[in-house]
């Protein structure tokens, strides 16, 4: 009896793993056809995007898919499809789009500076922070009530966004996903998140213009236009033929601390492809590089250029912090910002790069430059 009980239990621990080891197959080859499943889902066609590292778009033969990776969380994909008015939308775990997007909330000077090379101001319905709006057609759409003004970004009043009759909200995703973005999306209204304010390369910044370009049903405007720039831009780079040999510094002091780009920044990449000769543009980096008073007192003893004081003149430096008078570039160098008119920097400094180029090239080349795009010199 003991035996035959020994034996039954063996024989169920069999069973059981044999059980066990089914299961753990079948999870196995679930899992491989899941994986074939969403690797199908990803088209075969061509990314339109050459520079840009978190924007994808792809042009399929019933849609145009748009794919937005966001730059901290790798795993995080924003899906949009976007089909003409008149097609069937499907889901597919994707936010469908319907084309062209005649009711945009451009929440970011660089949306309506993109939106306005390609003539599409009467697709905004709504703006944030409008004192910095620098767009004639949009200044005129604010006063007539035509665009609604939401506040502040980081205070968008949820009543005046659904008032103002958007059904696609564009974002800069600062703080993350867009507020309520679920309840949003239940009321038909699509939140996209644009990051380009964290590409490295300007013309991957200036890339988004593509994005505008399919949401609007302009693609192939907003295609030749960035052709075009791209061509302006390496011209530019062409001109270059070495580094110039006096140094350059950007940023300013916060308190006691000096506050500049890091050399593989947006900004370091600019100073490289003009030419200039930036001090800090072999250190490691996408944000700032932090150094202390002592070691920037230090490091620009022969500095000549200051870049992007964040002011638009030397008293205005002095009043931000006195220790400032200290650097040898404000003794004895020029000081350059972007502060010429600084709405129209933040509109469109960003779509128009190779202007931006052009500038730092001129201020690296000309003793006095005239006539910049973006940039003054500051007295």
Known sequence: MFSREIFQIRMNNIKFFIALNCIFWLLILGACSQNEVKNS???????????????????????????????????IIYSFSCKKNNANASSNNKDNVLIPCLDIAALSSTHIGMLSVLNSEDAICAVSDSKFVYNASVKQGLQSGAILSLGASQEISMELLISSGAKTIVHSAFSGDFPHRKELKKMGITCIPNFDWREEDPLGKAEWL????????????????????????????????????????????????????????????????????????????????????????MDTKDVKIWINPGFSSRAEIIKSNAK???????????IYCYSNDLNKFWELSAVQPHLLLADLYSISSIPSPKNLNFYKELK
């Open 41 to 75: 889902q990803v088209p075969s066609v061509k990314n339109s995007c050459k520079y840009s590292k978190w924007l994808q778009i792809f042009e399929l033969e019933k849609s145009i898919e748009i794919k937005v990776l966001h730059p901290d969380h790798p795993e």
């Open 324 to 334: 400032a008078k200290r650097l040898n570039c404000f003794q004895n160098g020029k």
């Open 210 to 297: 593509l994005l505008f370009g399919y949401l609007t049903g302009k693609e192939e405007q907003a295609k030749k236009l960035f052709s075009e720039l791209v061509i302006s831009y390496k011209a530019t780079m062409k001109k270059v033929k070495k580094q110039t040999k006096d140094q350059l510094i950007s940023g300013n002091f916060i308190r006691d601390y000096w506050y500049a780009p890091a050399g593989e920044s947006y900004n370091a990449k600019l100073f490289k492809d003009a030419g200039m000769n930036y001090i800090y543009s072999k250190t490691k980096g996408t944000g700032s590089y932090t150094v202390s008073m002592e070691k920037i007192l």
